[in-house]
């Protein structure tokens, strides 16, 4: 149980920073996915121990790294999907701001999207501006619609997180635990 607590550790000693940088906005309760995310990860690694009690075989490494391959894909196909619904679900404040930090909705209410259709050249930054600003976001999308897109970049977040530091613990159970001799 202690080598899941210091694969944990490592993990977030190591990606600690990237994991935080790539969070959701603070809006979206990034410190919350962050702390839950190292929380469960290290709730699934402890379970995990406690069922593997044998030392390795040659076979058991075998498996262990084959699901590790495997978690390793879900780890890219989750990332990448979350990588497109943060580029989607987020925009830069004020316009000439460069950093996403606010969380959009996942559909433009029907004023904003006529707005836009009348306004092809208008990003989404300088439309929030014209209707007043972040305090008016409502205007631009509905309060469900931020709330969706909110718990869309959570689920992703943690999702990516827990199957990344799941696939690490599955390689360093198969490249590094002990075999035992036959």
């Known amino acids: ?56 075989t040659a076979r058991s490494r075998k498996k262990w790294l084959f699901i590790a391959v495997c978690l390793s894909v879900m780890a ?27 969380v959009a909705g996942v559909a433009l209410s029907a004023d904003a999207q006529k707005y836009l259709a009348e306004n092809p050249g208008k990003t989404i930054s300088e439309m929030v501006a014209d209707y007043g600003g972040l305090e008016h976001r409502e205007l631009v999308w509905s309060p469900d619609s931020l709330r969706t897109a909110r718990m869309i970049l959570l689920i992703n977040y943690l999702a990516f997180v827990m199957i990344l530091a799941t696939a690490i613990f599955c390689l360093s159970e198969g490249l590094l635990a002990p075999v035992k001799k036959r």
């Open 1 to 56: 149980m202690e080598w899941a607590v210091k694969v944990v550790t490592f993990l977030f000693g190591m990606f600690g920073g990237f994991l935080t940088f790539i969070a959701p906005p603070e809006e979206a309760n990034s410190r919350f996915a962050v702390g839950l995310s190292s929380c469960l990860v290290l709730i699934i690694l402890l379970v995990i121990s406690a069922l593997i009690k044998s030392r390795r």
């Open 76 to 102: 890219l196909v989750t990332a990448l999907g979350y990588w497109w619904n943060l580029n989607r679900l987020t925009f830069a404040y004020p316009p000439e701001s460069t950093k996403a930090d606010y």
